[in-house]
């Protein structure tokens, strides 16, 4: 069992930076991908960036490839999203998940991340 508790949401520039951490508690926690993922109003919640339980692989939506990174420090047991070049776009409610094994198929699918955490927003202004 994972427990996930998100911080660093806000409102943002247009052109400006976000780094959002998720702090994950739970026995699973070093060896369970994961992966952020976002919703905004009147929309379908959309996968953002995924990553291995070891770091070792990373997967990202097309429209944030270059502009966001992903990463984790197992020893902190938190998992980051470093957001770079913000577009107002990128509004929406921002989700950490994980997955209750260590398996990284099917790594952009919502439904298979068993654990969630409450959501941050994120506001880029124009």
């Known amino acids: 069992q994972v427990q996930l508790v998100e911080s660093g949401g806000g409102l943002v520039q247009a052109g400006g930076s976000l780094r959002l951490s998720c702090a994950a508690s739970?026995?699973?926690?070093?060896?369970?991908?994961m992966a952020w993922f976002r919703q905004a109003p009147g929309k379908e919640r959309e996968f953002v960036a995924a990553i291995s339980w070891s770091g070792g692989r990373t997967d990202y939506a097309d429209v944030v490839k270059g502009r966001f990174t992903i990463s984790r420090d197992n020893a902190k047991n938190t998992v980051y999203l470093q957001m770079n070049s913000l577009k107002p776009e990128d509004t929406a409610v921002y989700y950490c998940?994980?997955?209750?094994?260590?398996?990284?198929?099917?790594?952009?699918?919502?439904?298979?991340?068993?654990?969630w955490g409450q959501g941050t927003q994120i506001t880029v202004s124009s």
């Open positions: 739970g026995r699973t926690f070093r060896s369970s991908p």
């Open positions: 998940a994980a997955r209750a094994s260590s398996s990284y198929g099917a790594y952009a699918s919502s439904r298979d991340y068993t654990y």
